[in-house]
Structure formats: C-alpha cells, structure tokens
C-alpha cells in the first residue's frame, strides 16, 4: 500500500511539475480573443480586455486582466455598464489537475458599476438571450470562490422607472464564502469606508459607514455585526447617526 501511494505521489508530482513548465512557457495573451467571444456568447454583449493578460506562476496561479469592459445594454446611459481597471483570479493547481475550478481570491481593482431600468421597467444585467444566459449558469455552477474582494469602488443604480438613484463608493469590501458561485454560502462580510448617496423624488440622502464586520459562523445563526453609519438630508437640515451590533438575531444601539 505504501508503495501505491508513493508511485500515486510521484506521479502527482510529475503532472505539477509538467504543468509548471507548460504555464511558464505559454504565452496566454493568445486567450484574450477566446474570453472575450465566450463572454459575447453568453450575454449578447461585447467584453472588451484593453489591457494584457498576466500569469503568476505558483501552486495557486494568479490571473490577471487589466483594462475590463463590458458593454451596457442599448438604451443604457453610458456605453459601458462596467469599467474594471484590473481584475485578479488566483486558482489552485492541484484540483485544476482532477478537473476542479476553485478561485480562492476573486478580486476587482477600481471597479466602475452601473445598473440602470429604463422607464419601460427593462434593467441592464438582463440579457438578450435568456436561453444562452441559462446555459451559461448551469456551466458556471461548478465554479466555486472562496473569496471576492473588491477595492476603491464606484457603484450607481439609476432607476428611472421608480425616480430614484443610488451612488455608492467604496474604499474596501471582502466576502468570504463556500459553495458554488451563483449558489454560495456566505460566511464573512467586511467593509471600509462606504459613502452613498440616495435621491428619491428631488431629496437626496447620504449615508457614511465606516465600517462594517459580519461573520455568518455556521449559517446565520449567532451571527455577530458592527457598524457605525451617519446620514443627512434636505441638504443637511436633517442628520442624524447610528452605531450598533446585532448577536443571535437580536440588536443592540449604545445608549
């Protein structure tokens, strides 16, 4: 039996190795036309990376796209619904091995996001081919992340349907999570310095966190946050702030 194991070992071994040098040597910018065109294919909508394709060698290799685009829909307000400066995936080799994607960091670097209804009641991330979208997230449900962090972000909704807009900008965000991406269990929640803006009917409200920490244990039962929050509105004739924690459902405010 050892010596099973120790020929199953060496053979493992070797495989690494061999994909070492094959990942070392590849030249994976010649990929950047075949991920765009997936992404056209599945959402009807061109993905446009201006930037290079980079590869870090390791036993968790890194990828890394700089300059992302992805076009928004063709009555949206602006040509991109998202402006990514660099996006980073780091995917361990050895299940990559047995046929196993799993990102154990997913992260957006200055990440530009808009989601937008028009008047008709028709949003932006829906697609024009709802078939192929379909297809593409029964492919996607055997992609698993561990992590997603996101850095110095923008994020709008413009809701011209309910006369409403949300502006947010985020200096720091980290979610930890387990299970299949379009299914995840999400186990921790973190932020920095969160700053939106709310317009609703002419009145415009902001809104400060500072931070924010929520770990999910098992579940959500005897889960713990923390936050600290500042708003105002009518141009600062009203203000008002909050800060609290929450433990087994149940809250808390200082007094």
Request: proline share 3%.
């Given at each position: 039996m050892k010596r099973i194991a120790g020929i199953a070992g060496g053979v493992v071994v070797v495989l690494i190795a061999g994909v070492f040098v094959v990942l070392a040597t590849i030249d994976i910018n010649q990929y950047k036309d075949v991920i765009e065109e997936q992404a056209a294919a599945a959402t009807g909508r061109s993905l446009t990376i201006e930037g290079?394709?980079?590869?870090?060698?390791?036993?968790?290799?890194?990828?890394?796209?700089?300059?992302?685009?992805?076009?928004?829909?063709?009555?949206?307000?602006?040509?991109?619904?998202?402006?990514?400066?660099?996006?980073?995936?780091?995917?361990?080799?050895?299940?990559?091995?047995?046929?196993?994607?799993?990102?154990?960091?997913?992260?957006?670097?200055?990440?530009?996001?808009?989601?937008?209804?028009?008047?008709?009641?028709?949003?932006?991330?829906?697609?024009?081919?709802?078939?192929?979208?379909?297809?593409?997230?029964?492919?996607?449900?055997?992609?698993?992340?561990?992590?997603?962090?996101?850095?110095?972000?923008?994020?709008?909704?413009?809701?011209?349907?309910?006369?409403?807009?949300?502006?947010v900008k985020l200096e720091r965000l980290r979610v930890n999570i387990s299970g299949d991406l379009l299914a995840p269990d999400v186990r921790r929640v973190a932020l920095d310095d969160l700053m939106a803006t709310l317009t609703s009917e002419g009145e415009a409200t902001e809104i400060s966190v500072s931070s924010l920490a929520l770990d999910a244990g098992v579940g959500w039962n005897g889960c713990e946050f923390r936050f600290c929050c500042r708003w105002s509105s009518d141009r600062g004739r009203r203000s008002g702030w909050a800060a609290g924690s929450a433990r087994d459902n149940g809250w808390g405010l200082p007094g």
């Amino acid at each position: 039996m050892k010596r099973i194991a120790g020929i199953a070992g060496g053979v493992v071994v070797v495989l690494i190795a061999g994909v070492f040098v094959v990942l070392a040597t590849i030249d994976i910018n010649q990929y950047k036309d075949v991920i765009e065109e997936q992404a056209a294919a599945a959402t009807g909508r061109s993905l446009t990376i201006e930037g290079d394709l980079e590869l870090s060698v390791g036993l968790s290799p890194a990828i890394e796209l700089n300059g992302v685009r992805f076009q928004n829909a063709d009555w949206g307000s602006r040509p991109d619904m998202a402006i990514i400066e660099r996006v980073e995936a780091s995917v361990p080799l050895l299940p990559l091995l047995f046929g196993n994607i799993e990102v154990t960091r997913l992260a957006l670097i200055n990440p530009d996001i808009l989601l937008e209804r028009n008047s008709q009641g028709q949003a932006n991330w829906e697609f024009e081919s709802e078939e192929t979208v379909a297809d593409a997230e029964a492919e996607a449900t055997a992609l698993a992340v561990s992590a997603i962090e996101i850095d110095d972000a923008i994020l709008a909704f413009n809701d011209a349907q309910a006369g409403s807009d949300v502006s947010v900008k985020l200096e720091r965000l980290r979610v930890n999570i387990s299970g299949d991406l379009l299914a995840p269990d999400v186990r921790r929640v973190a932020l920095d310095d969160l700053m939106a803006t709310l317009t609703s009917e002419g009145e415009a409200t902001e809104i400060s966190v500072s931070s924010l920490a929520l770990d999910a244990g098992v579940g959500w039962n005897g889960c713990e946050f923390r936050f600290c929050c500042r708003w105002s509105s009518d141009r600062g004739r009203r203000s008002g702030w909050a800060a609290g924690s929450a433990r087994d459902n149940g809250w808390g405010l200082p007094g």
